[in-house]
């Protein structure tokens, strides 16, 4: 018993030794010599990333659509689960303005360009970034527009779709309090 004891101990330490020598040994060579882990990301790569968009509109990609070429995009690849006029479920995409009981999109969201940035990186829940964006800005168009917030026609792009204020706007206050953790 005493033995097994002692002997993984001594285990312990040798793999303790190995991974402490293997850092000096990193270390010894030059503080700048890389450690042969990953590669650096390339301007691809980090343009793959970095697609949030800010409320006014910032970082919102080329391209444009409307309400009517967003329908039989939703049909297609929404409406199973959002239901076809986007009112099913608990997370609902379009209801009446005036339920606060019950949240959706139109009546919640204060910004159309986090919709936009929402449905680019998060729908379809099984492929999310599948969508071009040419068909994001189709479908946000679309979920407005069953929200009554636009017409059927009126096409959303990169400088009509920040110019739509939503109707929760006013519902939200910049949080300047001061005096404790600041993070946020
Ligand atoms: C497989 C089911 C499924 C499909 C298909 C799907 N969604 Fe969703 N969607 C969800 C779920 C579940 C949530 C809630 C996710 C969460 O809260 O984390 C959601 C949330 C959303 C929201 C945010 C709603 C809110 O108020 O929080 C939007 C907008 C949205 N989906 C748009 C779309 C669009 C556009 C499509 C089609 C391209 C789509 N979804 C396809 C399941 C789905």
Redesign the pocket.
Known sequence: MFWSHHCRYRVTLAVLGWGLGALTAAHGESPSEPLSIGRPASAADIARWDIDIGPDGTGLPDGGGTALD?AP??AA??????GPD?RR?????AGPRDDQQR???GN??PYTTT?FD??RR?????TPGS?SDT??YA??A??LNLNALIPADRELNAETLPMIVMPARARFVPDNRRGGPEVR
């Open positions: 967003g995009i939703f690849l929404c409406a199973d689960c959002h986007g479920g608990r997370d609902r995409l949240p959706n999109v919640r969201w919709l929402y449905i998060a729908m379809p829940p099984a969508l068909e994001v479908l946000t679309h979920i």
